[in-house]
């Protein structure tokens, strides 16, 4: 059973970045496109970026094209979310979760996604 495990998040200012890690334990990553989500308080959970199982293809939501970047260290069994340019619109619960339906047509949508991490909340203050 393989276990996700958010860390990274915190408080910053405006403006601030913070990288965010998702670390795999009891199964590889490799072959498994991994998606990062955010819930903000009274909204739904929404999609923010993926990355294929090689890295060589990423997809980002229009809120944060340009400030997030996803990445992956396979020999780390590691995701990352590289957040620059905070905004307080950023504060949220990010989660990430693997990918278990094929094709990308789906792939951001929450129910494309399996095993999901416990979360790391990311305050953004003005």
């Known amino acids: 059973q393989v276990q996700l495990v958010e860390s990274g998040g915190g408080l910053v200012q405006t403006g601030g970045s913070l990288r965010l890690s998702c670390a795999a334990s009891g199964r590889t990553l490799t072959g498994y496109a991994v998606g990062w989500f955010r819930q903000a308080p009274g909204k739904e959970r929404e999609f923010v970026a993926d990355?294929?199982?090689?890295?060589?293809?990423?997809y980002y939501a229009d809120s944060v094209k340009g400030r997030f970047t996803i990445s992956r260290d396979n020999a780390k069994n590691t995701v990352y979310l590289q957040m620059n340019s905070l905004k307080p619109e950023d504060t949220a619960v990010y989660y990430c979760?693997?990918?278990?339906?094929?094709?990308?047509?789906?792939?951001?949508?929450?129910?494309?996604?399996?095993?999901w991490g416990q979360g790391t909340q990311v305050t953004v203050s003005s």
């Open positions: 990355i294929s199982w090689n890295g060589v293809s990423t």
């Open positions: 979760a693997i990918r278990t339906v094929g094709g990308n047509y789906f792939l951001r949508a929450e129910s494309s996604y399996n095993y």
